[in-house]
């Protein structure tokens, strides 16, 4: 059994990592660290340092992992990015929205990297990337924007119309697991 601990304050992150890792060789924790989050664009520096910070709190040895979830739309070259937080926090889907209405190109891309530290403290970094378009919110609004955003693998359907199962098929979230999942059982 190997003991693991995700770092997150996100609830909502937590369900949807609970469901994507479960497995009867992994015993799953969490600590509700609010990590102080880099200025850059550079998501996987950004995941790194948050990994770096989790393991000076909770101190060397512990295998720990967090993740850094960004929205990065084509014609903003990589920004909002991991800065989507703080658009939604404080103007609100609606107006972000409108941003991308001079634009004809309303392409976005969702994505999740992991930063996972070993016992050792060797970092390890693993990615997904679920590309779709920002659309008019539709669904659900209990989580960030998936209201706002439609995969391309599920036309005419935003994040937040889909059931927790279909969004955990193809969403950002789910293909990083898949690659840290992969990672993990090489090391059983
Ligand atoms: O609609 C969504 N569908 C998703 O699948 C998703 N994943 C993350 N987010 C939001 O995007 C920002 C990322 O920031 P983020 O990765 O730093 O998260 P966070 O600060 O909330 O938690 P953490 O840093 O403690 O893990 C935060 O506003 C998250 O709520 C999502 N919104
Ligand atoms: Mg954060």
New binding site residues.
């Given amino acids: 059994m190997r003991d693991i601990v995700f770092?997150?304050?996100?609830a909502?992150?937590l369900k949807?990592v609970k469901m994507l890792l479960a497995s009867e060789t992994l015993n799953l924790t969490n600590e509700p660290?609010?990590?102080d989050?880099l200025q850059d664009t550079n998501l996987v520096s950004i995941a790194t340092d948050?990994c770096k910070q989790a393991i000076k709190i909770l101190g060397p040895g512990k295998e720990v992992f967090?993740?850094?979830?960004?929205?990065t739309f084509d014609e903003f070259n990589g920004l909002p990015g991991?800065y989507?937080?703080w658009f939604?926090?404080s103007m609100g889907l609606d107006k972000i929205v409108k941003m991308l209405d001079s634009f004809e190109n309303k392409g976005a891309e969702?994505i999740?990297t992991i930063a996972y530290a070993d016992s050792k403290g060797e970092i390890h970094i693993f990615q997904g990337i679920t590309k779709g378009k920002i659309v008019p919110s539709r669904g659900s609004l209990n989580?960030?924007?998936?209201?706002i955003?439609e995969p391309l693998d599920t036309p005419n359907l935003t994040?937040?119309e889909l059931s927790k199962e279909e969004?955990n098929k193809i969403?950002?979230?789910a293909k990083a697991f898949e690659h840290f999942k992969a990672y993990l059982d090489t090391l059983n």
């Fill in positions: 770092v997150t304050g996100n909502n992150k949807e660290l609010d990590l989050e948050k967090v993740e850094d979830t960004a929205l991991a989507i937080k939604v926090k969702a999740t989580f960030g924007w998936d209201s955003f994040y937040a969004k969403s950002h979230r």
